[in-house]
């Protein structure tokens, strides 16, 4: 295959590459790779292979490792002091549903193509190139920006657990502005001792968070029983400031679901297991169990650890950094001691929440890095380790670097629209998937069926948010419903599907990916406009690199871009059949 250094090998080479991004982007942003590339060819790229050694029960380990500690232990003090309330019970929940909607998309994906790319694969060979890379960029932004944000919460439970103030362990340097100001040496050590970790053996890393996450839940069944016990039933419904508003619902409805849209960065540990399916022993029966029985078990642990700390104090005296350890500080002598074990029980839970992401993370580079559309030295699988040496060791350092000197509140939102972002691609390449096959069916009637859907979701998410309350409103949102319902009963009468999974599929099909695509619309509509422009810069940058160097890199390394489908017609490597599509066991 030709290398890519062509374009690169000089100034004038790189000249004469941008003067051609307009035909290079043409023949690669939307061309897609199939199924049986991703396993073959494209895996080949990493030199040696990933070995299969981890069963369901190791990736319901890292699921609730993955999920539990970051959601928890660092954010639902934010959103209950600040979004919802005691309703952040309520919260969870929705997340959690929408989070187990896009699970069962996620799932189908990786038992019909068991390889590490996650979403950044699936869209790949739905969508292109393009939306791929579009996707992978925001996916590793949320995994560096959630570790980050993780690893400094990390700090204010450990210092809460033995007693030191977190103002102790940071170093404030005034030059700097808020948010940025507040060195924290010690996230940083703890980042770079994962990152070590995860290089040695993907086995051993289950086997580390295995026994981390048995930990974890035993202080969290602690934590529940402590908060009904000590808690008071008043509290769901008191402020400590009369001033407030008061109830189970402060903030309204808006508050509740502006409350799931933060907390869904809770539920991104799935999406971290998922990368993990070219390591899975047996991807048909580990891989469901795996992904969607985390979801369900972690939902239930945080709607009751939600409760519990509803129970201990009012919304509006919960710590928004440490809630569940900081609940304790005041208390009588007999008990202080509860609040250091919740501190300590919180740290385990933040390391494995931290250990399940750079996993993920790593992973998700390892295969950007054999599409050619970031350097291919990422793609490189250690032969001894069995474990992406190259993309673990880089985006730890970065992770590190960024967890240094940014506060978590710069870090929430914007990780939180990151993540509906990409639920909501995978669930629409879901159901493009199935009713379209490539080369053989039109796929406009799919494409406008998508468009329709999402606008129609977009129209109710701006209905809901922005007109004033009363029967207008009530009937825009029914119509829009009403709308919705019967495109979806549209698609599933005249559409036929193109193709149905071998081994394990969403069932209910199009109504579960429908739901979450507008679950996932929905929740965007919640977050804040700073969020929004975050995002829309990051986007943009995206764009820019993509132009500005990947298109070019893919374009080279495909030998100028023969290989694999355009979106809508079959090239040279394109299968006769699409029973390779299906891993076999």
Same mark, same amino acid.
């Given at each position: ?14 000249? $004469? ?12 942003? @939307?061309?897609? *790779? ?27 380990? =890292?699921? #609730? ?23 952040? +019970? ?7 549903? !929408? ?24 869209? $790949?060979?739905?969508?292109?190139? =393009? ?38 362990? $940071?170093?404030?340097?005034?030059? &700097? ?14 980042? &770079? ?5 995860? !290089? ?7 086997? +580390? ?38 109830? =189970? ?18 539920? /991104? ?27 369900? /078990? ?19 005296? #919960? ?46 580079? @390892? ?29 730890? #350092? ?9 506060? &978590? ?21 879901? +159901? ?16 406008? =069926?998508? !468009? ?27 119509? !829009?419903?009403? /709308? ?29 990916? @429908? ?5 996932? #619309? ?8 700073? *969020?929004?422009? $975050?995002? +829309?810069?990051? *986007?943009? &940058? ?31 490597? *394109? ?11």
């Amino acid at each position: 295959m030709e290398s890519h250094g062509s374009s690169f090998s000089g100034l004038d080479s790189y000249f $004469r590459a941008l003067a051609q991004t307009p035909a290079r982007l043409a023949r690669r942003a @939307c061309s897609v *790779s199939t199924s049986h590339e991703e396993m073959s060819q494209v895996k080949a790229r990493s030199g040696s292979v990933m070995q299969r050694t981890l069963r369901w029960y190791d990736l319901v380990g =890292f699921g #609730i490792g993955g999920m539990v500690g970051a959601g928890v232990f660092v954010i639902t003090g934010h959103a209950s002091r600040l979004r919802a309330g005691p309703s952040v +019970v309520i919260s969870y929940a929705i997340a959690g549903l !929408c989070a187990l909607l896009s699970s069962f998309c996620y799932t189908e994906f990786a038992v019909d193509m068991p390889v590490a790319g996650g979403a950044f694969s699936y869209l $790949r060979v739905t969508f292109g190139e =393009f939306a791929a890379f579009l996707t992978g960029a925001n996916l590793l932004m949320d995994y560096v920006m959630s570790n980050a944000a993780v690893a400094r919460g990390f700090t204010a439970y450990l210092g809460s657990a033995i007693g030191i103030s977190t103002s102790k362990w $940071r170093l404030v340097i005034h030059g &700097l502005p808020d948010g940025f100001n507040e060195i924290d040496t010690f996230a940083v050590l703890v980042v &770079l001792a994962i990152t070590l970790i995860i !290089c040695y053996s993907t086995r051993e890393s289950s086997l +580390v968070n295995m026994l981390l996450t048995i930990l974890h839940i035993l202080f969290i069944g602690f934590v529940i029983l402590m908060g009904f016990w000590k808690g008071d039933w008043k509290n769901f419904t008191q402020p400590a400031n009369p001033n407030n508003p008061s109830g =189970f619902f402060p903030f309204g409805a808006p508050g509740v679901f502006n409350g799931a849209a933060m907390v869904y960065l809770s539920y /991104i540990g799935y999406d971290a297991v998922s990368t993990l399916a070219e390591e899975v022993h047996n991807p048909v029966k580990d891989i469901p169990i795996g992904v969607s029985g985390s979801v369900i /078990i972690v939902t239930i642990l945080y709607c009751l650890m939600a409760a519990s700390m509803s129970m201990l104090l009012p919304y509006d005296m #919960i710590d928004a950094d440490a809630p569940f350890s900081a609940a304790f500080r005041g208390e009588s002598d007999g008990w202080q001691w509860v609040s250091n074990v919740i501190g300590m029980g919180a740290s385990f839970g933040i390391l494995t929440s931290l250990l399940v992401a750079m996993l993920g993370q790593a992973r998700y580079l @390892c295969v950007i890095g054999r599409s050619n559309v970031v350097p291919a030295w990422f793609a490189r699988v250690h032969p001894k380790t069995s474990t992406p040496v190259n993309a673990s060791a880089f985006l730890g #350092i970065f992770t590190a670097a960024i967890a240094l000197f940014t506060d &978590l509140n710069v870090l929430l939102n914007l990780v939180s629209i990151g993540t509906l972002f990409v639920f909501y691609m995978v669930a629409n390449a879901l +159901v493009y998937r199935r009713y379209v096959a490539i080369g053989t069916t039109n796929p406009w009637p799919t494409l406008s =069926f998508l !468009c329709s859907f999402s606008f129609t979701s977009v129209l109710f998410t701006l209905i809901w948010h922005f007109m004033p309350d009363g029967k207008g409103k009530a009937f825009m949102l029914g119509a !829009c419903s009403v /709308i919705a319902i019967a495109i979806i009963q549209l698609l599933h009468c005249i559409v036929p599907q193109a193709r149905k999974p071998e081994f394990w599929g969403v069932p209910l099909m199009p109504w579960i990916p @429908c739901a979450s695509i507008f679950l996932n #619309i929905f929740l965007l509509g919640s977050l804040d406009g700073p *969020s929004y422009v $975050r995002f +829309v810069f990051f *986007s943009a &940058l995206a764009v820019l690199v993509y132009v500005l160097y990947s298109v070019h890199a893919s374009f080279d390394a495909q030998g100028g871009g023969s290989i694999g489908q355009k979106n809508g017609e079959v090239t040279r490597e *394109s299968d006769d059949s699409e029973d390779h599509n299906s891993f076999k066991v």
